[in-house]
C-alpha cells in the first residue's frame, strides 16, 4: 500500500519534441503515453508533478519540406502544431506545457546556453567537413554508414564542408565517463546504457553546433552569420520549458526522467550532458531509451512508407485500448511489431473478458443484492509495493501484468463464493471496494474506463491513498459495458 510518510517531492518528465514535419505517428504516441502514464502515477503518489512535450521546428529537414509545400517554415510549421495538440487530447494526455523551439523565451535560453559554453572556452571555429544525413540531423563518420546511407534512414548522405563553431565535446569524455560510474541510473535501459559507454571509452570526437548553408534555426549570439545546429537548439528545451533559470526550473530540475527514443540515446547521453557541464548546470537524473514499434518488422517512419497515425491506432478499438496495448504487449525499452490482430485480442480477452467483465458483473449483482461494510481482506492481494517499484524502474508491461493478476483473483473471488447464490452482501462489498482499487491503479494507463468505474462507484480518482480508505456502502447501478467486444470479420 502507498506509503503516507513520504515527503512530497517533485516529478519532472519530458518526451522528445518532435519534428512537425507530417502529422503525429505511433511512434509519436507510444513516447508521450509513456511520459502521460508517468505523470499522472506520480500525481497519485502525491508528487509535484511536470510535463514536457513539444516540438522541434528548426532545421533544414524543416526547411526542405516547408519548400516542397511552397510554405515559410514558420508558416509550415504552424499548420502541423495543431496536429499534434489535437492526437494528444485525442490519447487523453495531459501535458503542463507545449513547448516550440520558435517561442521566443526559448530562442533566448539557447542564446543564453552558448553564450555560457562559449565563456567557457569550449567553442571555437573551424571548417566542418563530412557526412550528414537530414532526415535524422545527424553527423556520421564513414564507419557508420551502410552502404553509403544513413543507418536509421537508409537514404544517401550529404557530404559537407563548411565553415562551423565547434563545441569540445572531446573535453567531457573523462567527465561524461564519471558521470556514467556515479549515476548507475543515469542511461536506462542497463543494456543501452553499456554501449553508450563502451562508444564513450572509444573516444569522441568534437562537435559541429553551427551551420551557414541555410538560414532556418537560431542565430549564433556572437557571430550572426551562423545558425545553431538542431540538436544544440533542441536539447535545450529541457531547460526552456521550465522557465530557465528561474520559475519552474528551480522547482523541477534536474529532470527526473527523459524518455527518448533509442536512435536519438547518443544526443541525450552524450552530447546534452556535456552542454550542461560545460554550463555549469546539473545533469538530469534518467534519460530512458525506449525501442522502435515495427511495422511488418520495418521501423514505423513517413520517409520509408510504414506509418500508422494517431486517428488509425485510435479507431481500431479506442483510445484506452491503443494506450493498453501498446505498454502490455512489450517490454517498454525493447522493440515491438505492430499487430492489429494482436491489439483486438488484448482488448477482447484482456479488457472486455477480464476487467469489463469483473466490473459489469459485480455491480449487477451489488444492485440486485447491496453491499454491506466489512474489512476487505481482498484487496491486500493487490502487491502494490510491487507493482510501484515496477513504475519506477520503468517496467511498465509487469506493473500492468501484476494489476492483471488481481483481476484474475477478484474473478477468481467471485467464482470461488457466488454471491448470486448466496447474495453475500460482505462479499458483494469486497468486490467493489477492490474495483475500486483497480480503477485508481488502472487510472494513468487507461483513464478514461477508470473515470468511468469511479463515477458509477460514486468516488473521484484522486491519490493511492484512497486505497487503503474503505469505500463507504451505497446504493450500486449496473455498470455500462466498458468494452464492446470487436469481432474480427473474415475476408
Known amino acids: 500500500m502507498p506509503n503516507k510518510k513520504n515527503k512530497k517531492s517533485k516529478f519532472y518528465v519530458t518526451t522528445p519534441i518532435y519534428y512537425p514535419n507530417d502529422i503525429p505517428h505511433i511512434g509519436h504516441a507510444y513516447t508521450t503515453i509513456a511520459a502521460d502514464i508517468l505523470a499522472r502515477w506520480h500525481k497519485l503518489s502525491g508528487n509535484e508533478v511536470f510535463f514536457l512535450t513539444g516540438t522541434d521546428e528548426h532545421g533544414k529537414k524543416i526547411e526542405k519540406v516547408a519548400l516542397e509545400h511552397k510554405k515559410t517554415p514558420k508558416d509550415f510549421v504552424d499548420s502541423l502544431i495543431p496536429k499534434f495538440k489535437d492526437a494528444w487530447a485525442k490519447l487523453n494526455i495531459k501535458y503542463d506545457r507545449f513547448i516550440r523551439t520558435t517561442d521566443k523565451e526559448h530562442e533566448k535560453v539557447v542564446k543564453e546556453i552558448l553564450q555560457k559554453v562559449h565563456d567557457n572556452g569550449d567553442i571555437y571555429k573551424g571548417v566542418y567537413e563530412g557526412y550528414y544525413c537530414t532526415g535524422c540531423e545527424a553527423y556520421y563518420v564513414e564507419k557508420d554508414l ?8 537508409k537514404t544517401p548522405v550529404e557530404k559537407l564542408k563548411e565553415e562551423s563553431y565547434f563545441f569540445k565535446l572531446s573535453k567531457y569524455q573523462k567527465k561524461l565517463l564519471e558521470l556514467y560510474k556515479k549515476n548507475k541510473r543515469f542511461i536506462l535501459p542497463v543494456s543501452r546504457g553499456n554501449e553508450i559507454v563502451n562508444r564513450v571509452k572509444e573516444g569522441i570526437q ?27 537548439d533542441a536539447l535545450t528545451n529541457y531547460l526552456s520549458g521550465v522557465d530557465y533559470p528561474s ?6 530540475w534536474p529532470a527526473d526522467v527523459h524518455l527518448v527514443g533509442k536512435d536519438i540515446l547518443w544526443f541525450h547521453s552524450v552530447i546534452w550532458p556535456a552542454m550542461l557541464l560545460s554550463a555549469g548546470i546539473k545533469t538530469p537524473k534518467t534519460v530512458f531509451a525506449h525501442g522502435w514499434w515495427t511495422f511488418n518488422k520495418e521501423k514505423i517512419s513517413k520517409s520509408r512508407g510504414k506509418v500508422i497515425n494517431v486517428d488509425e491506432l485510435i ?3 479506442g483510445v484506452d485500448s491503443a494506450r493498453y496495448f501498446l505498454f502490455r504487449e512489450t517490454p517498454f525499452g525493447q522493440d515491438g511489431d505492430f499487430s492489429e ?9 484482456e479488457l472486455a473478458d477480464k476487467l469489463g467483465n469483473l466490473v459489469s458483473r459485480v455491480t449487477t449483482l451489488a444492485e440486485k443484492y447491496g453491499v454491506d461494510k466489512c474489512k476487505n481482506k481482498l484487496v491486500a492481494k493487490l502487491k502494490f509495493k510491487e507493482i510501484n517499484n515496477y513504475i519506477a524502474n520503468y517496467e511498465l508491461d509487469k506493473a500492468l501484468n501484476l494489476i492483471f493478476e488481481f483481476i484474475d483473483i477478484c474473478n477468481e473471488y467471485v467464482q ?7 447474495h453475500d452482501k460482505k462479499v ?22 477508470c473515470e468511468k468505474i469511479a463515477k458509477n462507484l460514486k ?18 447501478k449496473k455498470a455500462e459495458i466498458l468494452f464492446k467486444k470487436i469481432i474480427i470479420k473474415s475476408n
Not at 520559475?247 to 523541477?252: A, E, L, V
Not at 483486438?344 to 480477452?349: E, S, T
Not at 470461488?416 to 448466496?422: A, G, H, R, V
Open 206 to 232: 568534437d562537435l559541429s553546433i553551427s551551420r551557414t548553408s541555410f538560414r532556418w534555426g537560431i542565430e549564433i549570439p556572437f557571430d550572426k552569420k551562423h545558425i545553431t545546429y538542431v540538436w544544440f
Open 315 to 317: 479507431a481500431l478499438a
Open 428 to 449: 458483494l462489498y469486497e468486490l467493489i471496494d477492490s474495483i475500486k482499487a483497480i480503477a485508481i491503479v488502472l487510472w494513468p494507463f487507461i483513464p478514461e474506463t
Open 341 to 349: 490482430l494482436v491489439l483486438i485480442d488484448r482488448h477482447n480477452n
Open 247 to 252: 520559475g519552474n526550473f528551480k522547482k523541477f
Open 146 to 153: 551502410v552502404n553509403g546511407c544513413c543507418p536509421i534512414h
Open 459 to 476: 468516488f473521484e480518482i484522486k491519490s493511492f491513498e484512497q486505497i487503503e480508505k474503505s469505500l463507504e456502502p451505497q446504493k450500486i
Open 416 to 422: 470461488q463464493n457466488k454471491p448470486w447464490e448466496t
